[in-house]
């Protein structure tokens, strides 16, 4: 993968940028050897990924005047498995503000290879959301290229492998996440920290 943080530019009148540093692994030193990728040229890196992975590249630059910003993005070297769609299933009111809810979860395989004994958990919801533990994991089998699976959930019975419990009285805030889990090419990956839905 390349990284391209050339596009960067000095907010102080007068001055340039004069330094680039990654953290590519997320440990929080800049401009490792090999950890943070190799130099091609001024504010570009390159560094091979040779395992599915996610995580969040970190530039820092640094003006003229030493005056440095850091700014991060998510990375996903290889994310096979992604969420395409969320739909509430069925609702359990448990209290005047609180209810419970099942949900439907859509994943689709994005990649061209088919993914085996695909396991999905549900590891961040939004604030206003609590997991409910019991109910955050699902198994969903084999999946070929293009292919999508979902969640069960059933609404007469009030059963679901992903469960939510709602705070009406809190602020919506933040976003989901997931951790993947499969068998592809005869290796077994985990990949946490999926974002909310596919690219």
């Given at each position: 993968m390349t990284?391209?943080?050339?596009?960067s530019y000095a907010q102080n009148p007068g001055t340039t940028i004069v330094s680039y540093e990654w953290d590519l692994d997320g440990d929080g030193i800049f401009n490792e050897e090999h950890d943070d990728g190799i130099i091609?040229?001024?504010g570009?890196?390159?560094?091979?990924?040779?395992?599915?992975?996610?995580?969040?590249?970190?530039?820092?630059?640094?003006?003229?005047?030493?005056d440095s910003a850091e700014s991060g993005a998510e990375?996903?070297?290889?994310?096979?498995?992604?969420v395409t769609n969320y739909q509430n299933c069925w609702v359990n009111r448990l209290t005047r503000i609180i209810s419970r809810y099942g949900?439907?979860?859509?994943?689709?395989?994005?990649g061209s290879e088919e993914i085996e004994n695909l396991v999905l958990t549900l590891t961040e919801v939004p604030s206003n959301r609590f997991i409910y533990a019991p109910a955050k994991?699902?198994?969903l089998g084999n999946l070929a290229p293009g292919d999508e699976a979902t969640t069960a959930c059933n609404p007469t019975t009030k059963e679901a492998d992903i469960q939510t419990t709602l705070n009406r009285r809190l602020p919506p805030g933040g976003s989901w996440s997931w951790e993947a889990e499969f068998d592809l090419g005869g290796s077994h990956y985990i990949i946490p920290n999926l974002p909310p839905l596919a690219p």
């Open positions: 990284f391209d943080g050339t596009a091609t040229s001024p570009i890196v390159t560094k091979t990924f040779t395992l599915p992975s996610s995580g969040v590249a970190v530039l820092k630059v640094t003006d003229s005047i030493g990375i996903i070297t290889i994310g096979l498995a992604f949900i439907i979860v859509t994943v689709k395989n994005i994991t699902s198994e």
